[in-house]
């Protein structure tokens, strides 16, 4: 089946840093959503992406509808120690007559001072 | 608004022993949704529902069910608790299908 691969599947930066992350599939989707799930707690959607090509900021956090429809980026710039989190990107596919989502496995975000 | 509530927050079941999560939204969405996480991985979607009444399978469904009676309750039940089953479950509301989705706090569950 569908699947979206992340990458990296970890990262450790200092404060202060840009961080990009990535996510990839082999099929088209026309939806690139992307949470973030804080230790203990349930993700909170971040950025939507609904048109290839798009680019949709939220505060540091910058995101991109890649062109091909099979990938879609997540920065975050000049980070800070709540930025720590587990990234996930997420994106609908028809099953039946309903669209369900589908999420990558997580980047985790660990954030030194 | 409350938004997605759960609860019970963390249980410990026995193994054979039964138990129901509930999930509950005051946002009027028709979707709803419930996935498990295991530990270092993503979502994977158990059931879900798209109105009352309405329930149908997702990519996990085995040891599970589900109920959708009102707008704003969506109960998952387990029968027989296995090990293979302690997890954290989110349940998740939408307004439409290809709408995001809102999650609640999840239920911790461990089965010994």
């Known amino acids: 089946g569908q699947q979206l691969n992340q990458s990296p599947q970890s990262m450790f930066i200092q404060e202060g840093e840009d961080v990009s992350m990535n996510c990839t599939s082999s099929?088209?989707?026309?939806?690139w959503l992307w949470y973030k799930q804080d230790p203990g707690e349930g993700p909170v959607l971040l950025i939507a992406?609904?048109?290839?090509?798009e680019l949709t900021s939220n505060g540091r956090l910058t995101a991109q509808f890649g062109i091909t429809r099979k990938d879609s980026f997540l920065n975050i710039s000049a980070s800070i120690p709540s930025d720590v989190g587990i990234y996930f990107c997420?994106?609908?596919?028809?099953?039946?007559?309903?669209?369900?989502?589908?999420f990558g496995t997580g980047t985790r975000l660990q954030v030194f001072p | 608004n409350a938004g997605v509530t759960q609860t019970p927050k963390f249980r410990i079941l026995k193994i054979g022993q039964s138990m129901t999560l509930q999930c509950t939204q005051d946002m009027n969405h028709n979707y709803m949704y419930w996935y498990r996480q295991d530990p270092g991985m993503g979502l994977k979607l158990i059931y879900y529902s798209v109105g009352a009444g309405i329930t149908d399978k997702g990519e996990v469904p085995n040891g599970y069910n589900v109920s959708r009676s009102t707008t704003e309750d969506f109960p998952l039940r387990l029968e027989l608790a296995a090990p293979s089953q302690t997890s954290v479950y989110f349940c998740?509301?939408?307004?439409?299908?290809?709408?995001?989705?809102?999650f609640g706090p999840g239920t911790r569950l461990l089965v010994l």
């Open positions: 998740a509301s939408s307004p439409w299908t290809e709408g995001t989705q809102y």
């Open positions: 997420a994106g609908p596919v028809l099953k039946g007559n309903t669209d369900k989502l589908i």
């Open positions: 099929s088209i989707f026309n939806t």
């Open positions: 992406l609904y048109k290839a090509g």
